[in-house]
């Protein structure tokens, strides 16, 4: 199982940037798919973006053009760049992998005020 510890959220203003980390143990991390999810208060937990073993990319609709996921297979790093943040991004983040999260850990806070 690949434990999970989420990074590098916090308070930022509208149309400001933040880059999350999500620090990954387990030697099958760099054979598997990962992904940043967001719960926001009120809502359903949603995809935010997805990366293969192979890098290949797949973003929801609301954060194309604006997000960036990568991963850096040697430090067993997923990360989120985030730009152009609207208030419409506050929410809990976090990694797990994909498309069958397992257990989630305590994520974290990303606040974007106007």
């Known amino acids: 199982q690949v434990q999970r510890v989420e990074s590098g959220g916090g308070l930022v203003q509208a149309g400001g940037s933040l880059r999350l980390s999500c620090a990954a143990s387990g030697t099958i991390f760099s054979i598997i798919a990962m992904a940043w999810y967001r719960q926001a208060p009120g809502k359903q937990r949603e995809l935010v973006a997805a990366?293969?073993?192979?890098?290949?990319?797949n973003y929801a609709d609301s954060v194309k053009g604006r997000f960036t996921i990568s991963r850096d297979n040697a430090k067993n790093t997923v990360y989120l760049q985030m730009n152009s943040l609207k208030p419409e991004d506050t929410a809990v983040y976090y990694c797990?992998?994909?498309?069958?999260?397992?257990?989630w850990g305590q994520g974290t806070q990303v606040t974007v005020s106007s």
């Open positions: 797990n992998i994909h498309p069958r999260p397992v257990n």
């Open positions: 990366i293969t073993r192979t890098r290949s990319t």
